[in-house]
């Protein structure tokens, strides 16, 4: 049950930080131009502080906020801030190489609640996938499940988006899937020219 709720508190981190960006991207008193500039400065603000706190960890020098967020938030055994540094590079990714907002947030919305809440619905999972053991078939139908939320922003092509994000995120991959899903989802949208 302990690994339960600290999968539950990371993700809900990992969610809330994708809240964070969708509602800088979609912020009604900015325009377009502005919301992605102003999203990409978060988001490489949040790296920066990333890469300071690895740096500051290789060296064992004390962090007290980051060393706090480390050790409620880390899992045991993983490098420090590994999967965090690899959800704002996917989201810089995201947020650089798409053409319009709504796509963009539609990548976001993947990366930051499907992706979030699938990996707290899969960790209550009885159903491994026949493809990787270390994932369920739950966790894999809440990520395509809530990724059709995308429909908002890019309409009928989110069960598209969706059911790839959710293959890609499924695979047992040598890669972070905070890395693989969006950059995988923003192959798919400049080959449908968008």
């Not at 809900?12 to 131009?33: A, D, K, M, R, Y």
Request: with cysteine; hydrophobic share 50%; glycine share 8%.
């Amino acid at each position: 049950m302990k690994s339960h709720t600290f999968e539950f508190k990371r993700q809900s981190l990992h969610v809330l930080l994708g809240i964070i960006i969708l509602s800088i991207l979609l912020n009604p008193f900015l325009s377009p131009q502005d919301s992605l500039v102003y999203a990409q400065a978060f988001v490489s603000a949040f790296l920066l502080y990333l890469l300071v706190l690895i740096d500051r960890r290789e060296k064992n020098l004390p962090s007290p906020l980051a060393d706090y967020l480390l050790y409620s938030f880390e899992r045991m055994g993983a490098p420090p801030a590994h999967g965090a540094m690899w959800y704002a590079i996917g989201s810089l990714i995201a947020l650089t190489f798409v053409s319009d907002i709504a796509t963009a947030a539609s990548i976001i919305f993947l990366v930051g609640i499907a992706d979030g809440l699938s990996t707290i619905v899969g960790v209550r999972g009885r159903h491994p996938l026949p493809h990787n053991k270390k994932k369920t078939l739950e966790g894999t139908l809440a990520f395509f499940s809530v990724g059709l939320g995308a429909y908002a922003f890019i309409g009928p092509i989110a069960l598209f988006l969706s059911a790839l994000g959710a293959f890609t995120e499924s695979m047992d991959l040598q890669f972070d899937d905070n890395l693989t899903v969006p950059l995988v989802c923003v192959v798919f949208f400049k080959l449908i020219g968008l």
